[in-house]
């Protein structure tokens, strides 16, 4: 795993933006995984601000993303369907036919899973998946204990996701209770991925993924097993990590490693 920790937000969203360009760039018709929440939120503002200023190409692109609450529609304001739309879909030229998001309105979600994952190899696979963490160590909406190998499904949320996520909505009561979302196993097929946090509240749960055993009671830290995973923090964030050092030691000292 790649440790990389930066003074601001700001300075993450961009290091983690040029992640993605960087792909784009080598491959025009990538396969991107998309994310929701606030964390990520800094890294599209900076992908769009590329596109418009320096013609940063998505024509091509394909994407998929992680997972959307069940029972809302598309156009409820607190949908991830909404979410992407206000803030990155809609300011960028990805063909809406190559945008995938899970449905949470679908009758029939056991077929819907089923097809979403079909339909991620038929398209090559995802070759950079963005992620955010949960205050409790989740991805997507793996909540602690979700199978390590688990696929696309439907999950019941964990009351301190729905208490976390109550701030977006009116009352703790209108949270939805179930989600669609990729599984800890789906998401570790992507080739790349690029895991966003900031601030203290994520310290511990950044702690635990980095640091802490592999555990499903941390669906983060799944990541300890992926070979191209790519972690950028900021120092609250960064504040209960043990190995700190090293890893500020490990950026500094890369621009003189051998080339690989
Ligand atoms: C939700 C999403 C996750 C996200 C998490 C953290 O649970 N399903 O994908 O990582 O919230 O959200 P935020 O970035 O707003 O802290």
């Not at 939805?176 to 800890?184: F, H, K, N, R």
């Not at 191209?228 to 190995?243: H, S």
Request: hydrophobic share 40%; proline share 5%; aromatic share 8%.
């Amino acid at each position: 795993m790649e440790v990389d920790i930066s003074k601001t937000y700001d300075e993450l969203s961009r290091k983690a933006a040029n992640v993605i360009a960087d792909v784009l760039n080598a491959k025009p018709n990538a396969v991107l995984g998309m994310a929701t929440g606030s964390s990520p939120l800094g890294l599209y503002q900076e992908l769009v601000r590329m596109h418009r200023e320096e013609g940063l190409n998505f024509s091509q692109v394909t994407t998929f993303n992680l997972d959307e609450y069940v029972g809302l529609p598309v156009t409820h304001k607190q949908s991830y369907h909404y979410f992407m739309h206000e803030n990155f879909f809609k300011h960028v030229n990805i063909p809406r036919e190559n945008i995938h998001i899970p449905s949470g309105t679908t009758r029939n979600y056991r077929a819907f899973c089923e097809w979403y994952e079909s339909r991620i190899k038929s398209c090559g696979g995802i070759d950079v998946q963005i992620l955010g963490i949960g205050s409790d160590g989740h991805i997507a909406f793996n909540e602690p204990t979700s199978s390590l190998t688990s696929r696309t499904r439907l999950k019941t949320l964990a009351r301190p996701t729905i208490e976390d996520n109550a701030r977006f909505f009116d009352r703790v009561e209108d949270v939805p209770i179930y989600a669609i979302t990729m599984g800890v196993g789906t998401i570790l097929e992507a080739q790349t991925l690029v895991l966003v946090a900031n601030g203290k509240n994520k310290a511990d749960a950044v702690a635990k993924m980095i640091e802490g055993p592999v555990t499903s009671m941390i669906t983060a830290s799944a990541l300890q097993m992926h070979s191209d995973a790519r972690v950028f923090i900021d120092e609250p964030a960064a504040g209960r990590l043990q190995m700190r050092e090293y890893y500020e030691w490990v950026q500094a000292k890369k621009p003189g490693a051998p080339a690989t």
